[in-house]
């Protein structure tokens, strides 16, 4: 399972030769290759994101993923590794810190500060659960179906982006205060925090519908997934279990 990234802005440096380790360690292990995917290959879409989409990303971080997926995929293709790739969309859930909904969205929340969201409050987005993403992971790597193949790991329905994180405030029993962060300010904050830069190509998820389609694994795999409650519900606890160590 190829899981691992670099940080965030030293992707274009170090991923590459993480992906080639990883390919010739499964290689020669003669052992299947699953790949944790993201869906930044695509670019800004019209309508839901599906597998069929061309790879037609802008940004720098989206070229990158989708050299690799092509790599990925001409290694399969080759004979070389047998390869399934995994996609999904923001993460949240017990454990995910570097995320738009990780350790800068639920620390504060639970600290009673107020909580800023980039992008349009009222576009639908799907957030990804990690647990619901291991899961549809584990599934690609136990049938052989989906081999040389991509899939959209199955997800709860889409909220907008005010639908989520009021959900998240109710389910942590807390009173609503959140807001929209202005790109100007996450532009200032990128001069110091190199995260927050690389952040900046991607808003474009955030401004518009970005909903995920997985009705293809759906059809092959079936699906098991968490609601948002739920899901919230756990993450909420991770966070109130592990509190923010103070430097």
């Known amino acids: 399972y ?6 965030y802005h030293e ?7 993480i992906q080639v380790g990883a390919i010739e360690g499964a290689a020669s292990a003669g052992a299947k290759l699953v790949v944790g995917d993201n869906l930044y ?27 690799m997926a092509d ?11 047998r390869v399934a790739i ?3 969309s923001d993460f949240y859930g017990p454990e995910v810190l570097g995320s738009a909904t990780g350790d800068r969205y639920f620390y504060p929340m639970l600290a009673g500060k107020k909580v800023a969201i980039v992008g349009d409050l009222n576009a639908p ?4 659960y990690i647990g619901d993403f291991g899961k549809g992971l584990v ?22 982006n005010r639908q989520f994180t009021e959900l998240a405030f109710e ?27 690389e952040m900046i190509e991607m808003l474009y998820e955030f401004k518009k519908p970005f909903v995920v389609d997985s009705s293809k694994y759906e059809r092959t795999f079936g699906h098991d997934i968490t609601s948002t409650r739920e899901a919230l519900t756990e993450t909420i606890a991770w966070f109130r279990a592990h509190p923010q160590v103070k430097h």
């Open 41 to 67: 290959m695509y670019g800004e879409v019209d309508g839901p994101i599906h597998e069929n989409l061309p790879y037609t990303a802008h940004t720098r971080k989206g070229r990158c993923r989708a050299e």
């Open 2 to 7: 190829f899981c691992s990234q670099p940080e």
């Open 171 to 197: 389910v942590a029993g807390i009173k609503p205060n959140y807001g929209m962060m202005s790109e100007l300010t996450l532009r200032i904050g990128g001069l110091f925090i190199p995260p927050a830069r």
């Open 139 to 160: 599934k690609l790597g136990e049938d052989d179906r989906a081999l040389g193949q991509t899939w959209h790991i199955p997800n709860a329905p889409a909220l907008t």
């Open 71 to 81: 790599k990925f995929m001409a290694a399969h293709q080759s004979g070389k590794v």
């Open 125 to 128: 987005h799907t957030y990804t």
């Open 86 to 88: 995994g996609r999904g």
């Open 11 to 17: 992707w274009i440096e170090k991923f590459p030769p």
